[in-house]
């Protein structure tokens, strides 16, 4: 059974706007969640985390929310740029990192 | 500061042989975690190996084995290739309390 879910297999926005990636979770012992972004040819790449003390936790462009009564978390991403094109992993860690099946964004002009 | 590397990036193997899969852990870190990546699926967790000990295995059969050499690097084996072990394979390194883990590039495995 999928632990993580990342539920939109793709995402299309176009350059400026917001992009918003969803990811929802079933275990709710699960206590610190992660985005890494992957681009082809690539191994991940952190992006941004969040503890479930918090409900919020930005980096620039890149906000994480976390609704834990919902067991779920999001990742928007302002502006969108074309670089952000890419394949992007939701994970909850526990003893060991458990992955979604990811979201490609694409960001176009 | 070296990333986390391995070898090789792409191999081709014939079902019933056997592989190894090499990884160098990022400079500082002496945890490595292997990760299988099917087509269309998210990385799914094989084993951790922390100061040369297995410390946390996925659900994968025995004959996923694995290695850390005191330098910390990490060797994933694979015996009696089958099939469905075309994935890519990436390692990961970090240190505790292991909440960030840094990917390398990953070895594309094809079983024919």
């Known amino acids: 059974d999928q632990q993580v879910k990342q539920n939109s297999p793709s995402l299309s926005v176009q350059e400026g706007r917001i992009s918003i990636l969803n990811c929802d979770y079933t275990n709710s012992m699960f206590d610190y969640f992660l985005w890494y972004k992957k681009y082809p040819a690539e191994g991940p790449t952190f992006l941004i985390s969040?503890?479930?003390?918090?409900d919020k936790n930005e980096d620039g462009r890149f906000t994480v929310f976390l609704n834990k009564s919902a067991k779920h978390l999001s990742l928007h991403i302002v502006p969108s740029q074309p670089g952000d094109s890419a394949v992007y992993f939701c994970?909850?860690?526990?003893?060991?990192?458990?992955f979604g099946t990811g979201t490609r964004l694409q960001v176009f002009p | 500061e070296t990333g986390v590397t391995q070898s090789p990036t792409h191999l081709i193997k014939t079902r019933g042989q056997q592989v190894t899969l090499r990884c160098s852990s990022q400079?500082?870190?002496?945890?490595v975690s292997w990760y299988q990546q099917a087509l269309g699926q998210g990385p799914q967790f094989i084993f951790q190996?922390?100061?040369?000990?297995?410390?946390g295995r996925g659900n994968f059969p025995p004959r996923f084995s694995g290695l850390q050499f005191p330098n910390y690097s990490s060797e994933l084996n694979v015996n009696a290739l089958e099939l469905d072990d075309s994935a890519l394979y990436l390692c990961a390194s970090s240190q505790p309390p292991w909440t960030e883990a840094f990917f390398g590039q990953g070895t594309r495995l094809t079983v024919v």
């Open positions: 190996y922390y100061r040369e000990e297995e410390n």
């Open positions: 969040i503890s479930s003390i918090k």
């Open positions: 400079s500082g870190h002496n945890t």
């Open positions: 994970a909850a860690y526990t003893d060991k990192l458990i």
